[in-house]
């Protein structure tokens, strides 16, 4: 996908989130969905057990919640999110997320 991308599929036409990314046993599986020199939305989902590793950002994440219970890790704080509940992982701060049972999630990050 090029640098200021949304594919063609996605543009113009209502869509339910979390079918954007399906499960697969034992992954993370991702969908970008925006692509802008101004930020990215990826859509996620997540077997039980799987995450992503400590890491950090230079930008503020949002995190929303589209199904499932996952756990979001900040600053060594771990924060429980369930279908319909959000959180804002603060740039530079280490971050990271864990299903605690099968969940999907949207990511939107805004440079």
């Known amino acids: 996908m090029n640098?200021?991308?949304v594919k063609e599929e996605l543009l113009?036409?209502?869509l339910k989130l979390a079918?954007?990314?399906g499960y697969q046993d034992h992954s993370v599986?991702?969908?970008e969905i925006i692509r802008k020199s101004t930020g990215t939305v990826t859509a996620f989902a997540f077997d039980a057990g799987e995450?992503?590793?400590e890491h950090t950002a230079p930008f503020d994440a949002l995190v929303?919640?589209?199904e499932g219970v996952g756990e979001v890790m900040i600053a060594g704080i771990?924060?429980?999110v369930t279908a319909g509940?959000?959180?804002i992982m603060p740039a530079d701060k280490p971050h990271a997320l864990k299903a605690v049972a099968r969940f999907k999630m949207l990511l939107v990050l805004i440079k």
């Open 12 to 14: 113009a036409r209502p």
């Open 85 to 87: 509940e959000m959180i």
């Open 51 to 53: 995450g992503l590793s």
């Open 3 to 5: 640098q200021n991308a």
């Open 29 to 31: 599986v991702s969908r």
């Open 78 to 80: 771990w924060h429980p």
């Open 64 to 66: 929303y919640c589209l």
């Open 19 to 21: 079918d954007l990314a």
